[in-house]
Structure formats: C-alpha cells, structure tokens
C-alpha cells in the first residue's frame, strides 16, 4: 500500500512534516471567514422541545395534567404554530 512509504518519509523528516501540518491548519483557519462557521447551525424549522419530570412516583394522569399545562401556556404564546405531546416514559423522542 501507500501508507507505510509515507508514513516512513515522514518519520524520516520531523520537521517538514510538522511544518507541512501547521501550514495545513493555517490555510484551513484561513478558509473560516469564506466558507463560514457555525456550531449549532439554523435550523430549517425554527422549533424547541420541552422536557417535563415528574417527582417520583407520580402517576401518568398527573405527568398528563402538566403537560396539558404546558400546552396551553405555549398555545397562547405568539409564533407558536404547533404543538406535539408524548407523555410516558417509553414514548419516542422527536
């Protein structure tokens, strides 16, 4: 294969391969303010999720009695369009 002459070339000369990576991550930080940088990039549907937990113990109808709660603050709640409930434990999550 090609990769243990490479890797002996470069074991060979430390110092180009240690330079010929610093110029690598040079050009790539270079490349931030053309390409663009986002850690947590927009979402194409603006949404959120809310997570509600109940104390310990608490039966489903009252875990139930919350998120209705929930769902009727959120509903009054300007550029709120919709609203999805799971309440339970084993429920799947969006």
């Not at 940088?37 to 997570?51: G, I, M, Y």
């Not at 113990?57 to 709660?69: E, K, N, W, Y």
């Amino acid at each position: 294969g090609t990769y243990a002459p490479l890797l002996d070339r470069a074991l060979r000369r430390p110092a180009r391969t240690l330079a010929l990576g610093a110029a690598f991550v040079a050009a790539s930080l270079a490349l931030v303010p053309v390409v663009g940088f986002s850690l947590f990039p927009k979402a194409e549907t603006p949404q959120f999720r809310v997570d509600i937990t109940a104390p310990e113990g608490a039966s489903i109808a009252v875990t139930d009695s919350a998120a209705r709660f929930a769902e009727r603050v959120l509903g009054r709640t300007a550029g709120v369009k919709a609203i999805y409930t799971s309440v339970g434990h084993d429920n799947p999550r969006i």
